[in-house]
């Protein structure tokens, strides 16, 4: 089992920043991604960006350029930085980690969400 708490969601004015963070707990050694996800009201949850135990990264295109994901793997936190947000940018975000248990056993686990509110 895995564990993971958001923190840092908020009102934030256009054009403002936030660091969203998401700290992990359990069996996180057979931890190989973290990713964010985002959800507005009536619409679906969507990738924002994930970060895999490599290193590498994948973003939204509606985020490039604005938001950064990265990892303390000392910390077993992963962030969410934030950038230029805009009023498109309003949803619950989630932290997602995928879990390998063995080759044929992977799991997803999800935090209970964050809330981020830019207003027009």
């Known amino acids: 089992q895995v564990q993971l708490v958001e923190s840092g969601g908020g009102l934030v004015q256009p054009g403002g920043s936030l660091r969203l963070s998401c700290a992990a707990s359990g069996s996180i050694s057979g931890i190989y991604k973290m990713a964010w996800y985002r959800q507005a009201p009536g619409k679906q949850r969507e990738l924002v960006a994930v970060?895999?135990?490599?290193?590498?990264?994948n973003y939204a295109d509606s985020v490039k350029g604005r938001c950064t994901i990265s990892r303390d793997n000392a910390k077993n936190t992963a962030y969410l930085q934030m950038n230029s947000l805009k009023p498109e940018d309003t949803a619950v975000y989630y932290c997602?980690?995928?879990?390998?248990?063995?080759?044929?056993?992977?799991?997803?686990?999800w935090g209970q969400g964050t809330q981020v509110t830019v207003p027009s």
């Open positions: 970060i895999r135990s490599s290193g590498r990264t």
């Open positions: 997602n980690a995928g879990v390998r248990y063995s080759v044929l056993e992977e799991y997803d686990y």
